[in-house]
DNA sequence: CTAGGATCCTGTCAGC
DNA sequence: TGCTGACAGGATCCTA
């Protein structure tokens, strides 16, 4: 599932398919993914691309923006002049392009096209104005990301300030944008935490080893292009490498990264797989 | 405040 | 082989 390094990989490729270009006429095939008006959009140049934790936002010259979140199986791919390699698409991309799970088409001008995907159908697009941007009831409530502004102080107050279990705050969206259960899982092992600790309990040096850690799992995802151990590919359609390096994540039965011996066990935390080493994580 | 369950959806996979 | 049912999961909402 998409998370911070994944959705940046995105952002990444859509920077450098999409800006400059001008929509020429929005397809919205499945009524419940678009919201807040498409017609807004249309006749709009795209000047920029950003993504604020898991969510990608296309900003258009006449002060609208397009705000895209991906949840499980959402996969945004532009497909037209530019491509290096234009024939070549993953197999993750169920149903084709544009197929049955082919629910929004942007047409673009100079022949392009930036169609959304999503065979679950969770993610959604949503226009807003520009401006009003930080109001959104979703982006307005996101905290603070790893790697941009997140800093230690602050992950040390988050952390300290409640009792939840430690992957839990991690992935609560409203308190560290942009971690999901993939780098979560991963980021714990590095630091040797058990993922059912209670925030508050992790002393000054586990916190600081955390922090780190987090930082460096989201590195690494960023660095492979991403996990695309489901339904991830990339603006191309291709798929990352990172699902290659996970830690511990989608690893149950195999042995610990660190050779301790151990297997790695899965495990039910807040309605998410979780994944750990019994020996490694305290 | 926190934990846990249900919800939305459909591809995938185990079991018969 | 083919069908059925369970399951997964980001975020939200509801109940305990």
């Known amino acids: 599932m998409p998370e911070l390094p994944e959705v940046e990989t995105i952002k990444m490729g859509l920077e450098k398919y999409l800006v400059g270009h001008r929509v020429e006429k929005i397809e919205v095939r499945l009524k419940k993914i678009l919201s807040g008006g498409e017609e807004h959009l249309v006749g709009g140049k795209i000047i920029a691309v950003r993504r604020f934790a898991k969510v990608l936002c296309l900003d258009f010259d006449n002060g609208y923006s397009a705000l895209m979140h991906l949840k499980m199986t959402g996969q945004p791919i532009y ?19 544009p197929g049955i799970h082919t629910h929004v088409v942007f047409h673009l001008d100079r022949g392009g ?9 969770f993610g959604w697009i949503k226009v807003v104005k520009t401006q009003e941007l930080k109001g959104d009831v979703f982006v307005g409530k996101l905290g603070p990301e790893p790697l941009r502004d997140l800093t230690e102080e602050m992950f040390e107050q988050i952390v300290s300030k409640t009792k939840k279990s430690i992957k839990v705050l991690l992935m609560d969206q409203t308190k560290i944008g942009g971690v999901g259960n993939i780098y979560a899982n991963d980021a714990l092992f590095l ?20 922090f780190k850690s987090i930082e460096k799992v989201l590195k690494d995802g960023i660095k492979y292009g991403g996990a695309s151990e489901h339904a991830y590919v990339t603006s191309e359609g291709l798929e990352g490498r990172y699902q290659e390096h996970f830690l511990v994540y989608d690893r149950a039965g195999l042995p610990c990264p660190n050779d301790c011996g151990e297997k790695i066990q899965k495990t039910n935390l807040g309605g998410r797989g979780t994944y750990f080493c019994p020996k490694c994580q305290k």
């Open 79 to 97: 497909r037209g002049p530019n491509l290096k390699t234009p024939t070549h698409l993953s197999e993750k991309i169920v149903g084709g392009l």
């Open 113 to 121: 096209n930036f169609y959304f995907n999503d065979f679950r159908r």
């Open 191 to 210: 630091a040797g935490i058990h993922p059912k600790r209670a925030a508050n309990s992790l002393d000054q040096n586990e916190t600081l080893n955390l």
